[in-house]
């Protein structure tokens, strides 16, 4: 592929052009219009703000149209995105497996078949799905009993080869590993919802119907591939305070804390240790209710022979399909799978080094200088990311013209709609303001670490494209500061009257978000 350098090609003529904008005769990037000093003005006002005091803040803003930069802050500055990342995994697996490509989960065996006996082993191949449900593996078991079989005098072999088996990123922080923006990677692997959280589990604490009692607690999907812990009591009365976390190194779930009689139940997300076994554990109890008995053991991690034939078989969604999901709720486990997969598709070898290797030579190709940023995951979680925000704004830039933009621009979260699938992390910022609807954009967030890097459109129908990122602060949260320059971008109007002010556009506030979590939906957290 040929280097593409659209943005800074537009960048370079705007400097020249004798007209940057309708409307606004002669303005360029070093002689702006009147409006364009007034937007400049304000976005300074709001990075004066005393929380960025002693943090590092970079910003830069983009008219696509005419490659003019209307506003720049250290876009040059290489800062921590967090899950702004996912701006590059996103558009490089639409680019390079493209949308319709799908991940598919099979069933085989090379064993004998003698009436309901399948003399043999039965191989259950990941193909990287993050989003196999109990339910699908339960209409793989049906599909293995309506082919007549009723006992396998083998093994059920898991085949989770199509990746490698590094489990966790290389530089994820060890008190990240139960929760479930940091699940393990496996080709094989279940989803206890449709949010898609690959790799967990949910457990539900429910009230005892008298104090003093243990709570009642479950699974989400029922499995006895994690052991539960339960220390927590029920209260007659008091504040529900349930913990629930996996101890280290296996699959005991500690729940303590208490629940009063009669409370809503409490629940969370768990990460399981060693997701291919979870979902050998689970596909197991499915093929058990449909009659199909496996005589011999459990083996994680042997290949499926060249040999073997087709039993049963489930696709997934579409990967198009798949971006609302992973963009929308900032999915930290299908970056992550996405990388492994393009490497795979691409090289053959599905490791976060070959894909992030494609990644990189994808950005490349669309303009982004590859020499000034590093990327060490799929999803941000990783500190050692490090991309500068023009950077971002090239790559925005660019894949406008792509024949898959409008399908991963519409899965990018919009700010103030309410709906999690629709505005996703941005559900609750922005409303009542002119980029509600308008704004749609990647969220990024770690504990000092905070970013906003997407699309608005002006109050006169252009087209910005925008990178926010804001590192090392000391406060809770620095949203409402980005909230405020999106809104001010959405009002800005060259020529004539102008919305943009030197004072900050009030926003509502946005929930405090903790370490590794996009904060803006009905995960069971505090933000």
């Known amino acids: 592929m040929h280097r593409r350098l659209f943005p800074r090609a537009l960048a370079l003529l705007a400097l020249v052009a004798t007209a940057a904008t309708a409307g606004a005769p002669g303005a360029t990037a070093e002689s702006p219009t009147p409006a364009t000093t007034r937007l400049r003005a304000t976005i300074d006002a709001i990075l004066a703000d005393n929380r960025l005091a002693g943090a590092q803040a970079s910003v830069v803003v983009v008219d696509t149209s005419t490659g ?49 006996l399948l003399s043999g082993n039965l191989h259950l191949r990941g193909g990287g799905d993050p989003t196999m449900l109990a339910a699908d593996y339960d209409a793989l078991a049906a599909q293995v009993a309506a082919d007549g079989v009723r006992v396998v005098s083998g093994n059920l072999i898991a085949d989770d080869t199509r990746y490698d088996n590094t489990r966790l990123g290389p530089d994820w922080t060890w008190d990240d590993e139960p929760y479930y923006y940091a699940g393990q990677v496996s080709a094989l692997t279940v989803a206890p919802d449709t949010d898609y959280d690959a790799g967990t ?225 941005l559900r609750s910022r922005m409303a009542g303001t002119p980029a509600a609807g308008n704004v749609h954009a990647k969220t990024g967030s770690l504990t000092g670490v905070s970013g906003l890097s997407g699309y608005v459109t002006t109050a006169d129908g252009h087209l910005l494209a925008f990178s926010i990122l804001l590192n090392n602060y000391l406060t809770a949260s620095v949203k409402t500061l980005e909230d405020q320059i999106a809104v001010a971008l959405a009002g800005h109007r060259e020529g004539g009257t102008s919305t943009a002010r030197v004072a900050p556009p009030s926003v509502p506030d946005t929930p405090r978000t903790p370490e590794g979590v996009e904060c803006s939906w009905v995960k069971p957290i505090t933000c």
């Open 201 to 425: 589990v949910i457990v539900n604490a429910a009230p005892a119907a008298r104090a003093g009692a243990r709570p009642v607690v479950s699974t989400t999907p029922p499995t006895r591939y994690v052991r539960i812990d339960n220390r927590a009591e029920t209260v007659s009365e008091g504040e529900t305070s349930i913990s629930i976390e996996r101890e280290h190194g296996g699959n005991t779930i500690v729940v303590t804390g208490q629940i009063a009689v009669g409370d809503e139940p409490a629940s969370d997300w768990v990460t399981v240790w060693e997701p291919t076994g979870y979902a050998a554990e689970v596909f197991r109890a499915a093929l058990h209710r449909h009659g199909v008995r496996v005589l011999g053991r459990t083996v994680l991690g042997q290949p499926t022979p060249e040999t073997a034939h087709l039993v049963a078989r489930h696709d997934s969604m579409s990967l198009g399909e798949l971006m609302t999901p992973f963009l929308k709720l900032s999915n930290n486990g299908h970056a992550e799978v996405l990388t492994k997969e393009i490497g795979r598709v691409l090289s053959g070898s599905g490791t976060w080094s070959a894909g992030l290797t494609a990644i990189s030579e994808y950005v490349a190709d669309t303009g982004m200088d590859t020499g000034t940023l590093r990327q060490r995951d799929g999803s941000g979680l990783s500190r050692r990311n490090l991309v500068p925000a023009t950077e971002f704004v090239d790559l925005l830039a660019e894949v406008r013209t792509e024949p898959w933009f409008a399908t991963w621009y519409a899965a990018l979260p919009i700010a103030g709609q309410p709906d999690r699938f629709v505005g996703g992390t």
């Open 68 to 116: 003019q930069t209307l506003y720049d802050r250290n876009g040059d500055r290489r800062l921590i995105p967090a899950s702004n990342t996912k701006l590059l995994t996103s558009t490089a697996a639409m680019e390079l497996l493209g949308p319709g490509h799908r991940f598919t989960t099979d069933v085989q065996t090379t064993g004998k078949r003698r009436g309901g």
